[in-house]
């Protein structure tokens, strides 16, 4: 059974900081992708970036540079570093964990495993 809890959603002034975190249990395989969708009302979830079991992380070309993931492997898991925010970076913030057995790109995964959301305001 597999969990993921995450949090650091919180309501911050535009050009602050916050960094999330998001733990995974119960994963029963090592080959894997984990990372942040973002969703604000009316739209589709949207990639934020990801980071593979080994280490390689991916972006929304959008956020690059002023988010960076990072990880614990021993534990899965991964925090979301997110600098300079901005009001259109505002969304709840959705952690999902997929299995990634050919070392493909994270975003063009399928996500199964999501964790509950946290909320982060930019005003």
């Known amino acids: 059974h597999v969990q993921l809890v995450e949090s650091g959603g919180d309501s911050v002034q535009a050009g602050g900081s916050l960094i999330l975190s998001c733990a995974a249990g119960g994963l029963t395989y090592i080959q894997r992708c984990m990372g942040w969708f973002r969703q604000v009302p009316g739209k589709e979830r949207q990639g934020v970036a990801f980071i593979s079991h080994d280490g390689v992380s991916y972006y929304d070309d959008t956020l690059k540079g002023r988010f960076t993931i990072s990880q614990e492997s021993a534990t899965n898991t991964a925090y979301l570093h997110m600098s300079s925010l901005r009001p259109e970076d505002a969304g709840m913030y959705y952690c999902?964990?997929?299995?990634?057995?050919?070392?493909?790109?994270?975003?063009?995964?399928?996500?199964?495993?999501w964790g509950q959301g946290t909320q982060v305001t930019v005003s």
């Open positions: 999902a964990v997929a299995a990634r057995p050919l070392r493909e790109n994270c975003f063009s995964l399928k996500y199964d495993h």
